[in-house]
């Protein structure tokens, strides 16, 4: 019998036997319901579409002389040779699953702007951009040459940052200063007036995020911090993605028409806190838990009017606001997390297990990707070891504040607490309060 391969050239091929098909049929569909990527789904799907009636080059007949020895020689059973193919199976998913983060973070080139309007006069806007993260977002998307709206609080950081962008990057910008921690309608009827002033956006990073000062027992969580969190984190952010949003649709709309431009793209600032649950920063770890499902969803409303959405997780990063100063393998600055994140977009890196999503700093991603693999994100492990490693850093953070308190910290530089900068995803550079 023959089977004609893409080059159309017939070669002999071996009928699968019946009783190895419901196996087959099984493992392939076990597998893609086990694995979300893009990549192993096609993979598999095309190994399942060729091994259903026939398989070529005699590969049949010797994997059928293989299990026939082994129950034969060894005493192994139908039973316990399927369960051996189930555990081979899972290996193997899991070694392609680690090379396919290696190749999102290490191997494959920076994603192109350039179907997203870069040069060619869309705009992108960035909330959260006078310092860190933000501020560096909104360099790097000046430099791929993308016109930029800043929205932050402090106006003298959002004016000379603009200034900076304007004259490195010979691109247009605009700048809005607003504290969305008031949750105050005027906010976003400015956003809405400048908006207006602009003609085409096709660029949304939502970075604006606040977080606790000091881990803090749910209980103990002052009210006023609570409201913030959650109305920047959560109501500021789904305010101004749904202001800016229909913005990106129409002017992808209009760009694909004219040929300008192909798609948007909208970038929330994940988090560790959201990924993992954080005890003692209990209110922080479940506003970003909510962006994972909401930027998830929105994802797929999306995609049929050619918006990417994808959730950024990241642990550590170094500023000002996150007390880290010095960077590490698995602490880098602003500057190195942006580059790597604007190199990565549409790449999951370290969140293989999630649709959307993307872990994209090289240590960040090897860390997402082990614990995913392993003891698990929701593991009561995990839960217990930041648990107990939220307790200490609090009992120093209180030390701390109790010795600045008194005058004896001589230079908070030199202490433990500020050396290491509490060394929490609480005090990362996500906030607002500059």
Not at 80 to 85: G, H, N, T
Not at 151 to 164: C, P
Not at 350 to 362: C, V
């Amino acid at each position: 019998m023959d089977c004609v391969d893409h080059s159309n050239v017939p070669r002999p091929c071996v009928k699968i036997p019946e009783k190895w098909q419901s196996a087959y049929g099984i493992l392939i569909g076990w597998s893609l319901l086990y694995t979300n990527s893009t990549t192993t789904h096609t993979t598999l799907t095309m190994v399942y579409v060729n091994a259903k009636n026939y398989f070529c080059d005699s590969i049949i007949n010797n994997t059928d002389r293989v299990l026939s020895a082994l129950i034969k020689y060894h005493g192994l059973s139908i039973i316990a040779v399927f369960l051996l193919a189930i555990g081979l199976f899972h290996v193997a998913l899991k070694v392609v699953s680690y090379v396919a983060v290696l190749l999102d973070v290490f191997v494959l080139p920076p994603t192109n702007y350039l179907p997203y309007g870069s040069q060619r006069g869309a705009w992108a806007v960035v909330t959260g951009a006078s310092d860190g993260i933000g501020k560096e977002y909104a360099r790097q998307l000046g430099l791929r040459g993308f016109n930029v709206f800043l929205i932050s609080r402090t106006e003298s950081k959002l004016r000379e940052l603009a200034q900076e962008i304007a004259e490195k990057s010979k691109v247009e910008t605009k700048f809005l200063a607003i504290d969305v921690s008031t949750d105050s309608p005027q906010n976003y009827k400015d956003i809405e007036t400048v908006l207006e002033t602009i003609p085409s956006v096709s660029i949304l990073i939502n970075n604006v995020g606040l977080s606790h000062s000091i881990p803090t027992p749910f209980l103990e969580t002052p009210p006023a911090e609570l409201h913030n969190i959650i109305a920047i984190n959560n109501l500021a952010t789904l305010k101004i993605t749904q202001l800016i949003a229909p913005k990106i649709v129409e002017s992808v709309k209009e760009a694909r028409a004219t040929k300008k431009f192909q798609k948007g793209l909208i970038l929330t600032m994940g988090s560790f806190g959201g990924l993992l649950p954080t005890p003692l920063l209990a209110t922080y770890s479940g506003s970003k838990a909510f962006l994972q499902h909401w930027s998830n969803a929105l994802a797929v409303e999306l995609a049929p009017e050619h918006v990417d959405v994808e959730l950024v997780v990241s642990y550590l990063v170094t500023s000002a606001m996150s007390k880290v100063r010095k960077t590490s393998a698995l602490i880098p600055n602003p500057k190195q997390f942006v580059t790597a994140t604007l190199s990565s977009v549409g790449r999951a890196g370290g969140a293989q297990e999630k649709f959307a999503t993307s872990t994209p700093y090289w240590s960040h991603a090897l860390l997402h990707w082990w614990i995913a693999q392993t003891v698990g994100v929701f593991s009561k492990l995990v839960a217990g070891f930041n648990y107990k490693m939220h307790v200490d850093i609090r009992k120093r953070a209180l030390k701390k504040q109790a010795r600045q308190a008194a005058g004896g910290v001589a230079d908070p530089k030199n202490t433990t607490a500020a050396r290491e900068g509490y060394a929490t995803e609480s005090l990362k550079n996500e906030t607002l309060k500059h």
